[in-house]
């Protein structure tokens, strides 16, 4: 679709049907949806590979469903979905290719930017990485001194350190136990402190992940690090090598910094930094869990490019979620969505998927760069449970707010845990399915009441319900399950940015921040004379009540 000809979202007939059926519809409650429908929790499920999708407990109907995906075919979502797999450069504010798709293609697919074949290139730096992981794995690679390579500290920030430090989580059972591994990302000079104090620099190997290699945060803790290095070691500048590899797109840089560009792993500026961690960025993840398991996440990865960029709009996954989100956010006021992962290996997954969602759909302006009149990317939040039942599922089940929520949970653990342990699992999973029926039935005054609960207690115990969830069950949670899982909250973005009609592979929005930072340094250490008369009074007075405290 043209996105200079396209009429304004809420000015689409589409969009008028759908906010006339919201209305119609009224507040529509899901224990009679249910009756009317007894089949629905089996209708309304999907499969995707080893996911298994049940979002019969929304307040949609067959309706409701049905004039969504009008709504996405009036969009054009599936002609914006066939120019990204294509390379066709649709994040137009930077005149860029989308191609996270490409990094996890098949060795003999084709995927041309600008006519050229990339496909081969991946996989050339998937071999590269895949290489230098055996190498450190089997002991091979060792540093300075001659000792073997045993921890590894990534630093990065953002995409170059949310992907690599959720998936290493995630995928703790199957890595090497021997070798330990670190992510640093803070500027807070605490977080460096705390990765190498206890480590033998020796045996240390510092993987700097930028994709520009000009991140502040990044720059300055790689340059600590290489301090700390070679002054604990008293080596030169020759240790370094030994020491220290890059993932980045800018070899220029990487030199710069002293890094031989035999040692750095290579991507491309068609990879966004939110969604790069099955690139290079994924080198450390690699070392971690070796490379085999590395290609079966590339794999599972695929599998659910493949259902986006095939299955009909009525059983795509990512199509379904991303029309589920515009649904409660843009007609139901919605501002959050939360993801409850039913996982404690899946501790860092929603801080992963904060980047991944409110950076790229976090904007107010259209394609056009007018101002949308129309709500765009959720808040995204949560935290695994069962920790957050006994935190702040209260306000969920009985808050004012209106907050969907997915559900993440598995059949199996993924490995044997200690004798005794097992047998949790079942209970983890109870609460699991309890949640979300409860938060989508509640309990009825009715009900309370036959409890014998005193009347004044009533109103405290019932529970409205009327929660919306999705519930995503997969067998186990392997490699293969963690990529599927990702290219669906990927492409799910992709299909809300599509609507919006907003360009979700930016993210102008970080830029302002940074300048402003570099122009206050200068005032808190007060180097070269910098001026603070141009702050504004609150800034003045606290850069100067900063001053004070520091004695300066
Ligand atoms: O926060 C802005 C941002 O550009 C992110 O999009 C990116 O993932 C992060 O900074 C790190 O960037 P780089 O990989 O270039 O260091």
């Keep these: 679709m043209n996105a200079a000809s396209r009429t304004k979202l809420n000015q689409t007939p589409e969009w008028t049907a759908l906010a006339k059926h919201r209305e119609e519809l009224g507040a529509p409650r899901l224990r009679e949806l249910f009756a009317r429908q007894p089949e629905r929790g089996t209708a309304y499920t999907l ?27 009036a969009t054009g979502v599936a002609e914006l979905r066939d120019a990204m797999f294509r390379g066709e450069k649709i994040n137009t504010t930077e005149d860029r290719a989308v191609l996270h798709t490409a990094l996890r293609a098949p060795r003999d697919a084709v995927v041309e930017v600008d006519g050229e074949n990339v496909v081969p290139a991946v996989h050339a730096v998937l071999d590269k990485m895949a290489s230098f992981a055996d190498q450190v794995r089997s002991g091979q690679w060792t540093g300075h001194t001659g000792k073997p390579v045993k921890n590894i500290v990534n630093i ?68 600590s690090a ?28 990487v030199e710069e910094f002293g890094i031989d560009t035999a040692n750095m792993f290579e991507f491309w500026d068609w990879v966004g930094g939110r969604y790069s961690y099955d690139s290079a ?22 599998l659910v490019d493949e259902h986006f960029r095939t299955a009909p709009a009525e059983e795509n996954a990512p199509f379904l979620l991303g029309l589920l989100g515009v649904w409660y956010g843009n007609f139901f006021d919605a501002q959050s ?37 129309w709500q765009t990317g959720p808040v995204v939040w949560g935290t695994p449970g069962t920790n957050g039942q006994h935190a702040y599922y209260q306000l969920i089940h009985q808050g004012t707010k209106l907050i969907p929520a997915d559900f ?6 993924v490995h044997d845990l200690l004798p005794g342990l097992i047998a949790q699992h079942d209970l983890l999973m109870a609460n699991f399915f309890a949640q979300t029926q409860a938060l989508a039935f509640g309990k009825t005054p009715e009900e309370v009441r036959a409890e014998g609960v005193p009347e004044e207690l009533v109103p405290h115990k019932t529970f409205r319900g009327n929660h ?9 949670l392997t490699p293969s399950v963690l990529g599927q899982l990702i290219a669906l909250y990927e492409h ?61």
Excluded: C
């Excluded at 290095?229 to 993932?247: C, P």
């Excluded at 299909?495 to 206050?520: C, M, P, R, T, Y």
């Design 47 to 73: 499969r995707v590979g080893d996911l298994h999708l049940d979002y019969s407990k929304h307040l949609v109907t067959d309706e409701t469903l049905r004039l969504l995906r009008e709504l996405a075919a």
């Design 492 to 552: 799910k973005v992709f299909v809300q940015g599509a609507i919006w009609n907003i360009d979700s592979f930016d993210q102008w929005g970080v830029e302002l921040g940074k300048v402003l930072a570099k122009k206050i340094e200068p005032l808190l250490t007060g180097d070269g004379g910098a001026d603070a008369g141009q702050l504004d009074s609150s800034t003045a007075a606290l850069v100067d009540a900063y001053r004070t405290l520091r004695g300066r």
């Design 226 to 253: 290489r301090d700390w290095l070679l002054t604990e070691l008293r080596a030169g500048q020759d240790a370094v090598a030994k020491h220290f590899v890059a993932l980045s797109t800018n070899a220029e840089k």
């Design 408 to 413: 993440i949970g598995f059949a199996a653990p």
């Design 468 to 476: 919306p969830t999705t519930t995503i069950l997969a067998d186990k």
């Design 281 to 302: 960025i994924g080198l450390s993840l690699m070392v971690a869990i070796g490379p085999d398991r590395f290609r079966e996440m590339l794999d599972g990865f695929h």
């Design 337 to 373: 969505h939360a993801v409850l992962p039913y996982s404690h290996y899946l501790s860092k997954f929603t801080a992963y998927l904060q980047q991944l969602d409110m950076e790229s759909n976090g904007k107010s302006v259209d394609r056009e760069g007018d101002r949308v009149d």
């Design 156 to 223: 990065g920030i953002g995409g170059s350190d949310l992907g690599p430090a959720m998936a290493y989580e995630v995928l703790r059972s199957f890595t090497d136990r021997d070798l330990t591994l670190r992510f640093v990302s803070n500027v807070d000079g605490a977080d460096l402190h705390e990765a190498v104090r206890d480590l033998d620099p020796a045996e240390t190997l510092f993987v700097i992940a930028s994709k520009t290699f000009t991140t502040i945060e990044t720059i300055t803790n790689a340059t």
